[in-house]
């Protein structure tokens, strides 16, 4: 039931921009999520490579608060993507939730990996991120999903036919019981593509490594402190 609904929502985010995509040229930038939804508007656009950024939208519930920047341009070897900055914090027996969507133009995307980093849930709380990949047909076709949570899950990567551009729709949920001590916060949402002509030793390997490297950083400075 959520796939479906999430097609009817794709079909009608990615209609307008098939019709006529014009020539962008700006580099993406470190910024506000204002500045990358066009304050909702899904106005705005911008390049990490190859690739170009448009039509996003971004709504929260619960105790979300977006970091200065937001939104920063992510590259590593044949990657590219954004990563969104902030504090997702879910109260006792409630949620804290994040809806992020864009859509993703390039010659010939074929992969797509997420990141969610955050502190391991504790008694019965969880973290997750639900993310769903469409093509751009009249209705969208599913392409792909990745779904992690913390903390077994961090990273995920999935494959499909190279495209020329895809819709990514991805809801990120942090859940607390009412138990004592039950607690779920997160920190940030990376995600990247590719395309083809990928470079020696990078890749998809090279960007797990890293990431790999990046949670081992991030509990260390948690243990220091």
Sequence with gaps: MKVRSLVGAAAALIATPLIALPAWGADCVAGSVAIYTGNNTGSFSCNVGPLTFFNMFITTSGD?????????????????GLTLSFGSVAAPGQNADINWSFNVSGSGISDAFAFLNGSPPTNGGTSKLDEFIFDAATPPNLLAQLHLSLPTTPTGSAFFPAQPQIFVSKDQLNHVTTAEGSSSQTSSITNAYS????IVGAGLPGLVFAC???IGLARRRRQTA
């Design 64 to 80: 979300v608060t977006f970091n200065n920047p937001a939104i920063t341009p992510f590259i590593l070897g044949g990657e590219f």
């Design 195 to 198: 395309v083809p002509g990928p």
């Design 212 to 214: 790999a490297g990046l």
